[in-house]
């Protein structure tokens, strides 16, 4: 892997810090809604788990499945900025539609636009990410880059429970307040971040998924794509751990902290676990994730006390530190500089398609059969991922 530079974070570049207080900003913004939108929907405008399943898996696999096309996008153009500010500008512009909503179509339509924003944005940071982030250390940039992004996660359902408590559960004040970050993220990106100069007009812009693209990436790519695949199904959408929360006797108030707690441990974990990448094999600390997330899944499962929940919130936190930012580095690792906006575009559209299966399928499971058998088959789909992952090693 090479040798990090003084092993400091000072060696990270400038553009790597500029991107991830721009992610902690605009993280802040959304999870301060996504804390609260899942009980809000239930509780308030009285919509059934399994329609919060489907919103949920379509908005993630939106956003997922649009980074094919901006990533594509953002190789032919050369640039990655511009995408950055459209992704970006237009989950600010969202905002201001959840605290305004007073019926499920306009939240499903404020949540879709703001995770397309998310969908355009994603794979050409992570690209710029890659471009600029010295070899040598390149699972540390992307580490700290996903642990900034989980400060922002961490510090916003904490908003929201202090503003809950100030507003008196006026769930429609608290929002409004996801607007400032937003527009503080914007800000950011436009006077804060620059990027290497790339060559344009070399390749004809066309759609990711030809067979003259996809025959360009290797074996080892496509093998990254299957395990995050794999990851996807294992994982549906956080707004099951938030409805597990009020089930589990938290009032509105308190909810967001299973987010918080969860974030938490995200935020410590993502940038260890991309630093030891460099030096440790990626494998490994994926496997490691997933059996954080097997033993999640049995503890939320069987929570039948706020420590029990609060302990499977936890390790679900810890898998995601020790599993999104190596994967994003094992994507960087195994495609072409030419092609990496197209490599992250075309990973996050298989991991869409997954997310959206994994989150209808639990809304189902929960609505039919309760929330135990939910985490017990993210439990089973976790184990078979493993599998997966250990054959591959075997493999090698």
Not at 14 to 35: I, K, Q, Y
Not at 126 to 133: E, H, I, K, Q, S
Not at 266 to 273: E, Q
Not at 335 to 345: C, D, N, Q, R
């Amino acid at each position: 892997m090479g040798t990090v530079a003084g092993n400091s974070t000072r060696d990270i570049p400038r553009t790597v810090w500029a991107l991830g207080f721009v992610s902690l900003f605009m993280d802040l913004s959304s999870e301060l809604v996504h804390s609260l939108l899942p009980i809000y929907l239930v509780s308030t405008l009285g919509i059934s788990v399994l329609t919060v399943g489907i919103i949920e898996g379509v908005a993630e696999a939106t956003a997922l499945i649009v980074k094919v096309f901006s990533g594509a996008i953002s190789d032919y153009i050369g640039r990655r900025k511009e995408l950055l500010l459209l992704g970006y500008g237009l989950a600010a512009l969202t905002k201001p539609l959840f605290p305004l909503a007073t019926s499920a179509d306009l939240v499903f339509t404020a949540r879709i636009l703001d995770r397309i924003g998310k969908g355009i944005r994603g794979a050409p940071r992570d690209a710029l990410v890659a471009d600029v982030a010295p070899a040598a250390i390149r699972g540390a940039c992307f580490g700290l880059r996903q642990s900034m992004d989980t400060v922002g996660a961490f510090l916003g359902p904490l908003l929201a429970i202090v503003l809950m408590l100030w507003f008196a559960n006026d769930i429609a004040r608290v929002l409004w307040f996801a607007v400032i970050p937003a527009v503080l993220a914007v800000g950011l990106l436009i006077f804060g971040i620059s990027e290497p100069r790339h060559e344009t007009g070399t390749q004809r812009l066309r759609s990711p998924i030809r067979l003259e693209s996809l025959s360009r990436f290797s074996r080892d790519y496509w093998w990254v794509v299957a395990i995050g695949a794999a990851f996807s199904l294992a994982r549906f959408s956080e707004a099951f751990l938030v409805l597990r929360a009020q089930q589990s006797g938290f009032s509105a108030t308190w909810v967001p902290l299973v987010m918080v707690v969860m974030a938490g441990f995200y935020m410590l974990s993502a940038y260890p676990a991309g630093k030891w990448s460099d030096s440790v094999s990626r494998t490994t600390l994926l496997g490691f994730g997933l059996v954080l997330l097997i033993l999640a899944d049995i503890a939320l499962a069987n929570a039948e006390s706020i420590g029990m929940l609060l302990l499977g919130v936890a390790l679900w936190g810890l898998h995601m530190g020790f599993s999104q930012g190596i994967l994003a580095t094992l994507v960087a690792d195994t495609t072409p500089g030419e092609l990496k906006g197209t490599a992250f575009g075309l990973f996050n559209l298989i991991s869409g398609i997954a997310l959206l299966l994994a989150s209808v399928i639990a809304g189902w499971l929960w609505q039919l059969h309760g929330a135990a058998l939910v985490f017990y088959t993210g439990a089973a789909f976790s184990a078979a991922s493993l599998i997966l992952l250990l054959g591959k090693a075997r493999l090698s």
